[in-house]
């Protein structure tokens, strides 16, 4: 799928997205430096970085804006080795996230930040899959239904941001 990507390319994902932000990507690259196993696997996933508001009456989630992205820069090439296929958030990468998105064919997305309440309805359901101890940044499996991103850099090396 991730060759196919274009950057510039808007799409509406549906399907299955895991959720994580700083603290779960840090206990997570913390388990791998122990050669321990994961609580969930990568393999093929996307995670957007993301920590929902509290959910109201009948909604999975409340508003689900994206993180600032270069937040997880430093995980994010150990992650994308593992397997990891997409990654979802807001703003630019560094350098070596861009050489890990090319090495391993995966793609980086951009939701628009301050769009949380149109994003989080897009979210059919969510349910914790991991580090329930941190609240609104546990890792969760999210189904979503249209939820509107943009490829902001794809596995050939390209991205939207003008300066980059």
Do not use: W
Request: charged share 25%; aromatic share 6%.
């Amino acid at each position: 799928m991730a060759d196919s990507l274009q950057a510039g390319q808007q799409i509406l994902l549906t399907g299955r997205l895991l959720s994580a932000r700083d603290a779960a990507h840090k206990r997570l690259c913390d388990l791998l430096d122990r050669n321990e196993p994961l609580p969930v696997d990568l393999k093929d996933q996307v995670i957007y970085f993301v920590g929902p508001t509290p959910a109201r009456p009948g909604r999975p989630i409340g508003s689900a804006g994206p993180t600032t992205s270069s937040r997880m820069d430093k995980y994010s090439p150990r992650l994308l080795a593992m397997g990891l296929r997409g990654m979802i958030g807001k703003g630019y990468r560094g350098p070596k996230v861009v050489e890990s998105l090319i090495k391993y064919h995966a793609v980086h997305f951009a939701a628009v930040g301050g769009l949380g309440a149109i994003l989080g309805k897009a979210v059919k359901s969510a349910k914790i899959l991991a580090y329930e101890d941190l609240g609104t940044e546990a890792i969760r499996e999210l189904i979503v239904e249209d939820f509107p991103v943009v490829v902001a850099y794809d596995c050939h090396g390209n991205t939207v941001y003008p300066d980059k």
